[in-house]
């Protein structure tokens, strides 16, 4: 680069990446923050006024008539309508066609001559000359602005109610078990496909090229027929966690062997060469030098397939059932959005609590991650 | 649910003791039946020919069985289930496939997918190159890497409720807590119920993807332009290219093919878009796409598994032209090694 064209270029520069970042993070950043928020608050402001005050008007009930006091001959019903929280009152009314009539210190006459006075901190006096009558309290549309409140009742309540809590057991008995298992199964593939000789190999190798693309809707139908077949055989159920894991170490297995034998035949053949002349059998060789020294390799795919298995919908639609000892994150997630579609503090705090883990694995271990998809995919260019 | 959490513990290492017990005691077995050691040399030379020809196969064997069982069964038998009605019992000859081309709603599939099409894999992997050509040219260009490349860990389900978040929808005049409506509203616009508007939607569902995608870009094509020999860079500089002339002149064309694998594979998972569908629309207000309406015919009154199965096999024909393109590279790839 030449530097006196520069300074002027690099601002620019700094400039757009700084925006395309905000691009790329506020999303995440806005259901991070909506999920701490109130949820009164959160349902009517932005989150990007989270840490401003804000207006909400709401419907209050005083207390019922059984509660007023006789007090110089007046009967009185006080109490605090902002109930022990703080904010002010800044407007008040008694009828919904004028919620914002009065303002705060005013007293406003009512319809049957009772007094009523709201001050700004939310105290408030219901003044009347005769007994007050009636069974329930009097209506009082106040406008409150309320300063950011920050909670984790959101979470609490997801985690309690929403069984979110378990959901995220029955999506980590998953996810873990169908990580570990198709390793072990693709590593000694991979091997025999990089440094063993045999007829076929090359077609075997187009072969799991192949199978890398090949669509998952092709096998749900035909599985998920296997698995009622097998299920209604040994009268077991079609959907359980067996299967799943089964299924999720097929499905894998493609990338699996692609990647460890593209890492594998990488390696130098003189260590092979010189083990075997020290009479090392094929497993020794496997077990003793290759598998230590490919671990790059199966870091890279325990991390691709722990998310994908983690973060997966569709494998566990068809396989596992919906009941809540097998429902996971992804499919509550989705249920909710139909059941509690407007509720965004449930849905915010339960999306949260779903990519929390992925993104702790993001990004503790994104070296492998990267690593991995350079050797996944850069070699076909 | 401790049982539970017993239970997959106990599954996964009885699945690796398994393993390691199989390809252990094979190879055992194996050297026991052919013994190369201690024999003398003709026999010795025999039985060890016998051994490496065998012993591939007891490697490769528990991988074979389940690709088999998981992915190469289950294409014929899609195939086979396509041309069955929809219990899968009677044969009906093209019949789903004739249905097909009559439904509105799986033109419509076809029609949106296309634009997904068009537009996910074009736009992901052009921002991805820029965002790799300026992050490579600032010293906290790896930090603006991770942020942009995070979206990846994030679900397509957890994805769309981020995206929900942001279309939200209020009515004109109460205060909208959707970032994309307030901004419409801050400029004097009206506020709209993005998600539901037909043709447009396709659109506001797209920008998820490119949004999760455009890392992925990102990463390979960032490790690409860093392999650019510095040697054309500098010959391009004293010859008096521009910045722009030397990007698109003499690096873009050194990477076209790694721009190639970042196009196809973003492609086939946009043939394969199913979670951020589902949980934005369902299809409706005509969005549907072909992996929703798959999944949506194979469950929908008791599942038609012939019509479902057809509409994968839609998606797989879609697939077999990167699929060959993929296979021919990766033999070329092998004969240079």
Not at chain 2, 53 to 65: K, N, T
């Amino acid at each position: 680069m030449n530097p006196a064209t520069r300074s002027p270029l690099m601002w620019v520069v700094h400039l757009s990446v700084l925006l395309i970042v905000a691009l790329w993070t506020l999303p995440t950043a806005g259901l991070l923050i909506s999920s701490l928020r109130d949820k009164d608050q959160l349902a009517v402001s932005g989150w990007w006024t989270a840490l401003s005050t804000s207006s909400q008007n709401i419907v209050v009930r005083a207390p019922g008539p059984d509660t007023q006091v006789e007090r110089d001959g007046k009967f009185v019903i006080s109490g605090n309508l902002l109930d022990g929280q703080t904010g002010q009152i800044s407007a008040f009314g008694f009828s919904s066609r004028e919620p914002t009539a009065f303002k705060a210190g005013e007293t406003a006459e009512l319809n049957d001559g009772e007094k009523l006075t709201v001050q700004a901190d939310g105290s408030f006096e219901i003044v009347s000359d005769k007994k007050i009558e009636g069974s329930r309290g009097q209506r009082i549309f106040v406008t409150a602005s309320s300063p950011p409140r920050f909670t984790f009742d959101n979470y609490a309540e997801v985690l309690g109610a929403e069984n979110i809590g378990r959901s995220f057991i029955n999506s980590l008995t998953v996810a873990v078990p169908a990580t570990i298992i198709p390793i072990m199964i693709a590593a000694f593939a991979a091997y025999a496909l990089a440094w063993m000789p045999f007829p076929g190999r090359a077609i075997l190798i187009a072969v799991v090229v192949g199978l890398l693309v090949v669509p998952l809707q092709m096998s749900l139908i035909p599985l998920l027929k296997l698995y009622n077949g097998v299920g209604a055989f040994f009268g077991v159920p079609a959907k359980t966690y067996v299967g799943i894991w089964l299924a999720h170490t097929g499905f894998g297995l493609p990338l699996a062997i692609y990647l460890l034998r593209n890492y594998m035949a990488g390696l130098p053949r003189e260590i092979m060469e010189s083990a075997r002349v020290d009479g090392a059998s094929d497993f020794d060789i496997f077990v003793k030098i290759i598998l230590p020294l490919s671990f790059p390799a199966l870091a890279s795919f325990a991390i691709f397939q722990f998310l994908w298995t983690w973060n997966d919908l569709l494998v566990a639609m068809v396989f596992l059932g919906a009941g809540p000892d097998e429902l996971v994150l992804t499919g509550r997630l989705v249920n909710l959005l139909g059941s509690r579609g407007g509720n965004w503090e449930i849905l915010t705090a339960s999306a949260f609590i779903t990519i929390v883990v992925p993104l702790i694995v993001f990004f503790s271990l994104q070296r492998y991650l990267v690593r991995g998809l350079l050797a996944g995919s850069v070699k076909g260019g | 649910m401790l049982f539970q959490l017993v239970k997959a513990a106990g599954f996964m290492l009885g699945g690796v003791i398994g393993c390691a017990a199989y390809f252990w005691g094979t190879s055992f077995i194996l050297d026991l039946i052919f013994p190369s050691k201690g024999k003398s040399g003709a026999i010795a030379s025999r039985n060890l020919r016998i051994t490496n020809a065998i012993r591939p196969w007891l490697f490769l064997g528990p991988a074979l069985l389940a690709l088999t069982v998981y992915l190469i069964y289950p294409v014929f038998m899609s195939l086979w289930y396509s041309v069955h009605d929809r219990a899968g019992q009677n044969f009906v000859g093209a019949s789903n496939y004739a249905w097909m081309i009559n439904d509105g709603e799986f033109r419509q599939s076809i029609y949106n997918n296309f634009l997904w099409l068009l537009v996910v894999p074009a736009l992901a992997t052009f921002f991805g190159l820029i965002i790799a050509a300026l992050t490579d040219r600032i010293w906290w260009g790896n930090i603006a890497k991770t942020l942009i490349f995070m979206p990846m860990a994030i679900s397509f389900v957890g994805a769309a409720v981020i995206w929900k978040f942001i279309y939200d929808f209020r009515p004109e005049g109460a205060e909208q807590i959707g970032l994309l409506n307030a901004i419409v509203v801050a400029f004097g616009g009206a506020p709209q119920a993005w998600i539901t508007l037909p043709f447009w939607n396709n659109f506001f569902l797209m920008a998820i993807l490119v949004w999760i995608q455009t890392g992925f870009a990102m990463v390979i094509l960032s490790a690409a332009l860093r392999g650019i020999p510095e040697e054309t860079i500098e010959a391009a500089v004293i010859d008096g290219a521009n910045g722009w002339q030397i990007f698109f002149k003499i690096m873009v064309p050194q990477i076209w093919g790694t721009i190639a694998v970042v196009w196809t594979t973003i492609t086939i998972l946009v043939l394969k878009v199913f979670d951020i569908v589902l949980a934005m629309t369902n299809g409706q207000w005509q969005s549907q796409v072909l992996a929703n309406l798959m999944f949506d015919w194979m469950f929908r009154g008791g599942g038609d598994f012939g019509r479902g199965a057809a509409i994968a096999v839609v998606i797989m024909i879609l697939v077999i032209p990167i699929m060959v393109w993929n296979i021919r590279n990766a033999a070329k790839e092998m004969k240079g090694h």
